[in-house]
């Protein structure tokens, strides 16, 4: 099963100290810097854990916003490290809301 989730999130502090502070609550492995560019425009943060990634995407800078509603919200990511053609995938949002509200460091809402 291939799980994924789209998840907002209130910044708490820089997006550094949200991604430290998500490892945490979610009790994944420590996020790092995605030195590499891997979203492109957005800064982020990663954290890979057996078969998934959970990916903390901060704003682009102001000239690379192209969106149509800029925030400077968060957006936590869980998506399958490699996808294999049919398999199930499923919509973990829920629960993954679930796990940061109950600890209450941490704001989030579902982006669906």
Known sequence: ??????VGIVPVG????TAE?????LGCFAF???????FDEYPAYVAVGGDHQ????????P??????????YFQLKLEPVSYVEGE??????EGII???????????YSLD
Not at 14 to 17: D, S, V
Not at 21 to 25: A, D
Not at 63 to 72: F, I, K, L
């Open 1 to 6: 099963m291939m799980k994924h989730a789209d």
């Open 14 to 17: 820089g997006l550094q100290q």
């Open 21 to 25: 502070l998500l490892g945490e609550v």
């Open 32 to 38: 790092v810097e995605d030195v590499d560019g891997i």
């Open 54 to 61: 959970y990916s903390l995407l901060g704003p682009p800078a």
């Open 63 to 72: 000239e690379d916003d192209v969106r149509s509603e800029p925030s400077a």
């Open 88 to 93: 199930m995938n499923v919509d973990v949002a």
């Open 98 to 108: 679930s796990r940061i509200t109950a600890d209450g460091r941490v704001q989030c």
